[in-house]
């Protein structure tokens, strides 16, 4: 059993996500994560200023507890599931990675760059990870779906408007990388 | 009962992506990079996968566990909302390493700069909502 505590191979994740989207599937739901941030903003109120957040959020209640689930999932792998977190990555990645200022890379889950708990008390990457997250959010909701509704279920439906948004998703991505990570990093 | 089974469904996923490290930052990064084929090997098996069982779904429209028929609604056609949506997307993974089911996943593992890109991220869906009607979709 000690492949459970070692990273799992994608030959294991990928058919295991698809059992998740079968699961959920046979029991009459779509699988998408970012509809939560919606049904977040709904429950705070947003209802009061656009419409688009005025539905009734019961009806999504069942994937905020699939999501507290991810939580207690991430906990638990990291806690009791995993003994060496270190994600062996691409020998020349973490040469660039190292050159850019991740010096962690190679030898951790996260980079200690954008992930330490010293990065509340540093605006540069505190700004980052503020951008960042506000382009997911924004993002998603602007294409319909994240990687879970578009990639996993939209691309299984074989939605050609989720093949677009997958494309969105790769352009954008990859000009981060290539082009704007130069010049921030 | 049905809470516990979204809950339970919730905890396996969470695990997965996890043990998978697709809720490593690094990994995105080389996935963008092209440097490793375990992005790649993740969605393509999960996609490939995905589209034989909805598929078969689909064709023999089975109920569901639950007795209620399934009914898989389309995306509504379109351009402009998926490729712009989609790049805002992606320069955001990309950022912070994280797509929304990750975030999740990442807050239970204890990364907790990560409650940063949750809360922006939540305002980004909250921006959207406040000026949907002026984009184009």
């Not at chain 1, 509340?120 to 319909?144: C, H, M, N, S």
């Not at chain 2, 905890?11 to 998978?20: E, T």
């Not at chain 2, 393509?44 to 589209?51: A, P, R």
């Amino acid at each position: 059993m000690n492949w459970i505590y070692n990273p799992w191979p994608w030959y294991l994740s990928g058919p295991l996500m698809a059992l998740v989207l079968t699961i959920l599937l046979m029991i009459g739901k779509r699988f998408g994560m970012s509809s939560n941030l919606k049904t977040i903003c709904t429950i705070c109120g947003a209802g009061k200023v656009s419409s688009f957040f005025r539905f009734d959020w019961k009806s999504q209640q069942w994937n905020l507890i699939v999501v507290l689930g991810v939580v207690i999932g991430g906990f638990i792998a990291a806690n009791f599931l995993s003994t060496d977190n270190t994600v062996h990555i691409n020998p020349e990645v973490i040469y660039d990675l190292q050159s850019k200022g991740f010096t962690t890379a190679g030898e951790m889950y996260m980079p200690d760059l954008l992930f330490s708990n010293e990065v509340f008390t540093q605006p540069k990457e505190l700004l980052l990870l503020i951008i960042g997250g506000f382009l997911v959010g924004f993002g998603a909701r602007y294409a319909g779906g994240c990687t879970s509704g578009h990639a996993i279920s939209g691309l299984s439906n074989l939605q050609i408007p989720s093949l677009i948004a997958v494309i969105g998703f790769f352009i954008g991505g990859l000009t981060m990388v290539h082009i704007i990570f130069p010049l921030i990093f | 009962m049905r809470s516990i089974i979204y809950l339970g469904i919730g905890v396996f996923f969470g695990i997965i992506l996890f043990k998978s490290e697709a809720a490593s930052w690094f990994r995105i990064y080389e996935m963008f990079q092209f440097k490793s084929f375990h992005m790649y090997g993740i969605i393509g098996s999960t996609v490939g996968i995905g589209i034989i069982v909805t598929q078969l779904i689909k064709k023999y429209a089975p109920k569901s566990f639950y007795g209620a028929p399934i009914t898989i609604t389309p995306k509504e056609k379109g351009f402009s909302r998926y490729i712009l949506g989609g790049i805002l997307f992606g320069l955001g993974w990309a950022l912070a390493g994280a797509c929304p089911g990750p975030i999740f996943a990442l807050l239970g593992a204890g990364y907790f700069p990560i409650i940063i890109v949750l809360i922006s991220s939540i305002l980004g869906t909250f921006l959207y909502g406040i000026v949907k009607n002026k984009l184009p979709h």
